[in-house]
């Protein structure tokens, strides 16, 4: 017969001795987390041996006491994860998180709320939903705006792209996309986005049952942002041939350059064509927070929607981003009314129900990490960061510009800086750039990204740290040059030899 639970060890927060115990092994935790401090970059374990070492401890057969389970777990794994908190950690757009928001994460997932329904969230519902209205603002959505905590700008991105879609369907083929599905016109159906777009627009439209042919790339001009020549002509054509374009995705931000389409242009095009504009701001909305640079966003407070993440520029732990809907009441291309959680009579009585903004149900409540974040640090600090980290990208890229070593591939918009090594032989220069990164990055000096142009291997530096200092830039762009002569040397010779 099983034993009555209480008589085991604690295992829960509501058991007699449950918050003490929590409070053992979270400090534990702590101090295992403190080991971390001084590690590189990355620890230089070969991905075989890690690969080997996880196996081998996949063994769940008796149980150990905590500190047995992080000293094994620290030494097969954690201590071979990637340091984002390291300056020298400028790869992706991935942040170094703030220490307010990591702790507001211990409330979080002791509290485990669900945001779908009021009665699993309580106040947790009210609070998301004024940190939306108040994001909204920020944003320059002043009607009646709405939107929803996130996972990241992939669910943001497809969020809008089922609305448009949903909302197009109806008035032009009179069918309700929700209930019924696709027209069948579906096949006419298109939306346009930049070349240099996120690959998440493609998937959208593969999700949404339209196949990611459906999606325009149109070509970028000198610095990497939408022309609108072609946006235009692109539309005519289209609209010529029978064709239904039913959306524009501006990007605010690419993801290689840091790129800001016109967000103005675009939104007179929209208008013009009365298709749905929606910016996908992940990468770039950090920036609206900064008076000094948030004219590159103007025309955004015009969007129909806007994807933005906070676990990039705003510096939260995964998960955290929104989406942000300049229209309310535009949420009802996506509503469904699930009995349980959010019957129609809850609405009518005023009760908050989230579902039907999400395409999740069951979600975390991740408003609460960037509230508590900016009551503890003000805006004002979270915009010096952000322009901290501009400035630097733009010092890098003139670091990088006068050294006949380096060739820079444009001059950055936001803090990505985007570069190659230059050997003396031009024979090998993708080989030679794709093996500086890696060399880098197993060797624990910089992790550091790598990126195609039409072809070539280009390397890039997302600045997103602002601990990230000019010194630590130097010394990576060292590192860099000395690697790659030493791999142009050890290529040359094999190929002589
Ligand atoms: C990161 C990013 C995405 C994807 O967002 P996730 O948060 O990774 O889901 C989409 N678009 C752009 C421009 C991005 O930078």
Not at 213 to 241: F, H, K
Not at 280 to 287: I, L
Not at 404 to 410: D, P, T, V
Not at 477 to 493: K, P, V, Y
Request: glycine residues 6%.
């Amino acid at each position: 017969m099983n034993q009555p639970v209480d008589t085991f060890d604690p295992l829960f927060l509501g058991q007699n001795e449950g918050f003490s115990q929590y409070q053992t092994m979270m400090n534990q935790s702590i101090e295992t987390l403190l080991n971390h401090a001084s590690r590189q970059t990355y620890s230089g374990k070969s991905r075989h041996d890690v690969h080997q070492d996880i196996n081998r401890s996949m063994d769940f057969s008796t149980n150990a006491s905590w500190q047995d389970v992080l000293d094994e777990t620290f030494n097969n794994v954690l201590n071979h994860t990637i340091n984002v908190s390291h300056p020298k950690c400028v790869a992706h757009l991935h942040c170094p998180p703030l220490i307010p928001a990591l702790a507001a994460e211990v409330l979080i997932s002791a509290l485990n709320q669900s945001m779908d329904s009021w009665d699993q969230s309580g106040a947790a519902t009210n609070l998301e939903v004024s940190m939306i209205q108040w994001l909204c603002h920020q944003f320059g959505y002043d009607q009646q705006p709405d939107g929803a905590f996130t996972s990241g700008g992939t669910q943001s991105n497809y969020t809008g792209l089922l609305l448009a879609r949903n909302l197009y369907v109806q008035s032009h083929f009179g069918i309700n996309g929700h209930e019924e599905g696709l027209p069948y016109e579906a096949h006419t159906l298109r939306i346009l986005c930049s070349e240099h777009a996120h690959f998440t627009i493609k998937q959208a439209a593969a999700q949404l049952g339209l196949g990611e042919n459906a999606v325009i790339p149109i070509p970028t001009d000198d610095a990497n942002r939408m022309d609108i020549g072609e946006a235009l002509n692109t539309l005519q054509y289209l609209r010529q041939n029978n064709l239904n374009p039913f959306a524009i995705v501006a990007t605010a931000g690419t993801t290689d350059f840091g790129s800001i389409d016109p967000l103005q242009d675009l939104h007179d095009m929209a208008q013009a064509y009365d298709i749905w504009l929606h910016v996908d701001a992940a990468y770039g909305g950090g920036v609206m927070l900064s008076d000094q640079y948030n004219d590159v966003l103007t025309g955004i407070e015009q969007a129909d929607s806007i994807a933005v993440d906070f676990h990039k520029w705003f510096y939260q732990p995964i998960s955290c981003g929104a989406f942000l809907l300049r229209d309310r009441h535009l949420f009802k291309y996506m509503k469904h009314h699930a009995e349980y959680l959010n019957p129609e009579e809850d609405e009518l009585d005023g009760i908050l129900n989230l579902a039907g903004k999400s395409t999740q149900t069951t979600r975390r409540f991740d408003a609460l990490k960037l509230f508590m974040t900016l009551k503890f640090i003000g805006t004002e600090k979270l915009t010096d960061m952000i322009e901290t980290t501009i400035s630097t990208a733009r010092q890098t890229a003139e670091l990088i510009d006068n050294d006949s070593n380096l060739e820079l591939a444009h001059f950055p918009e936001l803090n990505a800086v985007v570069f190659r090594f230059m050997p003396n032989e031009m024979d090998h220069i993708n080989m030679i750039n794709r093996q500086i990164q890696q060399l880098l990055l197993i060797q624990g000096q910089a992790v550091i990204a790598k990126t195609k142009i039409r072809g070539d291997t280009y390397l890039k530096l997302t600045l997103l740290n602002p601990m990230t200092s000019l010194s630590d830039i130097q010394d990576i762009l060292s590192d860099i040059i000395a690697e790659g002569q030493a791999q142009s040397i050890h290529i040359n010779q094999e190929v002589v030899g």
